[in-house]
């Protein structure tokens, strides 16, 4: 039997291990991996169980359909920096991607325990699970916020009302088709400090 230390610490080291990789090939998660995935999405915390995040599947030849819808909502935009090399670049790399994830988050306005913000913050804390459970199954991801993320057609043709909803980008999610660049890391001393009570508190 595994000692539980040992089971904790082999998961801990393999979440220190993840990368974002963009270079992704298929196979992706199949059914039953994906499934697995979009629970660990729902273990985010969540105040007042709002459960705001909403996600839309995309795979197969849809996503071409994707590419071909974005990049004329951008382009009809004015955007110019999808110039014609760009628009060959992202088409390319979405050629080979097998699994495309919208993510959006659902608005409660005004809600009397949770501010906006924390219900941001919990559909932020639902991706980073995906993201962390993809690399669990040994598969690549990365969360893209071009193709669109910021033009108001794109939103609404994936079914994220802009009144209702705010459009979070992408994940993509496959086979790395090279192993993640290493990046460094910063220790703990760099962002983390100690703090203790002034007198008289």
Known sequence: MSNPSDVATSALELLLSRRS???LTAPGPNAEELDLILQAAARAPDHASLRPWRFRVIEGAAIGRLADFAIAAVKAAGDARMTPEKEHAVRAWL??????????HEIHHDHP???????????????????????????????????????????????????????MGYLVIGTP?????????????????????????
């Open 21 to 23: 990789n963009s270079l």
């Open 95 to 104: 050629a080979k991607v097998p699994l495309v994830i919208a993510l959006g």
């Open 113 to 167: 325990k949770a501010p906006e913000w924390e219900q941001l913050a919990a559909t932020s804390a639902a991706v980073m699970n995906i993201l962390n459970a993809a690399h669990f199954l040994g598969y690549g991801a990365f969360w893209s916020t071009g193709l669109g993320t910021a033009v108001e057609e794109v939103q609404e043709g994936l079914g994220f009302d802009p009144l209702s909803y705010r459009f």
């Open 177 to 201: 088709a090279v192993p993640a660049q290493e990046s460094a890391r910063q220790a703990p001393s760099v962002y983390v400090s100690r703090w203790t009570a002034p007198e008289g508190l």
